[in-house]
């Protein structure tokens, strides 16, 4: 699906894309596409100069739930001195966080097609279980205990 904007983006930077085709939910939930994307990257880093990589200019890049897996990648990676640092990640409309499907964003944009607010939380029930059976809950914010809710307050609040 994303063949031809790698090719736009690579003659257009006049670089290498590598493109990973991994595991898509409900078939495959989490972890799969995360393992899936590290592995990938892992091995792209071990054998840059195979490829004429420069190791200072590797950059992970995805879109909504690339996006999210570009981050997870970038972060597990980000403590590793076995490995090339990634130069940087490049997150678009990505889906970070699940907490909470109330915030502002999600209610302001709650009908706005292709991804309305109930399609949010049915493809991240998909990917994290591999079913739905919880939407009401997750769509009520009733799916995160309160204990939860006040740690990650600071990072996922309306304020």
Not at 65 to 83: C, E, H, I, K, M
Not at 132 to 140: A, F, G, H, I, P
Request: hydrophobic share 35%; with cysteine.
């Amino acid at each position: 699906s994303h063949e031809k904007i790698c090719q736009y983006i690579a003659k257009e930077s006049d670089s290498l894309v590598v493109s990973v085709g991994y595991r898509l939910a409900p078939e495959h939930k989490y972890p799969a596409a995360y393992e899936d994307c590290l592995s990938a990257t892992q091995h792209f880093l071990q054998h840059l100069e195979l490829y004429g990589v420069d190791p200072a200019r590797v950059t992970v890049c995805g879109d909504s739930a690339g996006g999210n897996l570009a981050a997870a990648v970038s972060q597990t990676l980000a403590g590793r001195s076995d490995l090339p640092r990634l130069r940087a990640q490049i997150l678009i409309y990505p889906g970070l966080q699940a907490l909470d499907f109330n915030l502002p964003s999600y209610q302001q944009n709650r009908g706005v097609p292709p991804l309305s607010r109930e399609r949010a939380v049915f493809y991240s029930l998909q990917y994290v279980q591999g079913d739905t059976s919880n939407m009401e809950e997750v769509l009520e914010g009733s799916h995160i205990p309160p204990d939860m809710r006040l740690k990650y307050r600071k990072w996922v609040s309306p304020d």
